[in-house]
Nanobody, 125 residues
Framework: QVQLVETGGGLVQVGGSLRLSCAAS????????MGWFRQRPGKVREFVAG????????RYADSVKGRFTISRDNAKNTVYLQMNSLKTEDAAVYYC??????????????????WGQGTQVTVSS
């Protein structure tokens, strides 16, 4: 059974930073492609960032490139999302997701098999 638990969400002002963490259970964490998605009210869930199994490759949505950084620590079974220069449009529920079948970083949420419960990020102006 794979469990993903996100932490680190909260309230931040425009221009501020937050770091999200996602702790995973399971012995095969280093074999999973990991991703971060977000969902804003009334919107579909969208891809934010993804990272390869080893951490050597990353992929970002255009809207967060240069501001967000995804990383992972396979020894700790944890993936991170460092979010800088936050904008009001970044406010959303952020979800961590695991793709335990693929080997490339995919942006469609249907490719990810396991999901966390989500953590709220609120950005105030």
């Amino acid at each position: 059974q794979v469990q993903l638990v996100e932490t680190g969400g909260g309230l931040v002002q425009v221009g501020g930073s937050l770091r999200l963490s996602c702790a995973a259970s399971g012995r095969s964490f280093s074999s999973w492609v990991m991703g971060w998605f977000r969902q804003r009210p009334g919107k579909v869930r969208e891809f934010v960032a993804g990272i390869s199994m080893s951490g050597s490759k990353t992929r970002y949505a255009d809207s967060v490139k240069g501001r967000f950084t995804i990383s992972r620590d396979n020894a700790k079974n944890t993936v991170y999302l460092q979010m800088n220069s936050l904008k009001t449009e970044d406010a959303a529920v952020y979800y961590c997701a695991a793709d335990n079948l693929g080997i490339t970083i995919r942006s469609d949420y249907s490719s990810y098999n396991y999901w966390g419960q989500g953590t709220q990020v609120t950005v105030s102006s």
